[in-house]
């Protein structure tokens, strides 16, 4: 954990823009949190041409959504929701209401990696040197 996942258009990215997409994310996150970069996830999903609507409207997008662990500060998570928001923007050149960034909150205590459960966000060192 983190986990982020991608959604874009089919074939609207190239695989050098997906591997742009995944080591700014990770880049980001790393910044932002201080969590190690091995924690972090990204998945790339892809929806056929008109399946996405804005305003029941047919619109192209990117989306990225994340799952990070609870207890950042609302400062870091709005940093991350806008460095995040700049690098999908760059990547794919859409603006506007043709993008969408998100972050959703989950407990360490909900997650588990390598069959034990994740730390709380500043414990990773130890959590890492337990494990």
């Excluded at 982020?4 to 790393?30: F, M, N, P, W």
């Excluded at 360490?108 to 034990?116: P, R």
Aim: net charge negative; proline share 4%.
């Amino acid at each position: 954990m983190p986990f982020y996942t991608c959604y874009t258009s089919q074939d609207a990215l190239s695989a050098d823009q997906k591997a742009d997409l995944a080591e700014g994310i990770t880049r980001i996150h790393v910044e932002h949190t201080g969590a190690p970069r091995n924690f972090v996830r990204v998945l790339f999903q892809e929806s056929a041409q008109g399946d996405c609507y804005t305003a029941g409207e047919v619109a192209d997008f990117g989306m990225i959504r994340g799952v990070v662990r609870a207890g950042r500060s609302t400062e870091t998570k709005e940093a991350l929701l806008r460095d995040l928001w700049a690098l999908l923007q760059e990547v794919t050149g859409l603006g506007g209401h043709e993008l969408l960034v998100s972050v959703q909150e989950n407990p360490a205590s909900n997650a588990m990696e390598g069959g034990v459960v994740l730390p709380e966000p500043g414990e990773e060192a130890e959590w890492i040197a337990r494990h």
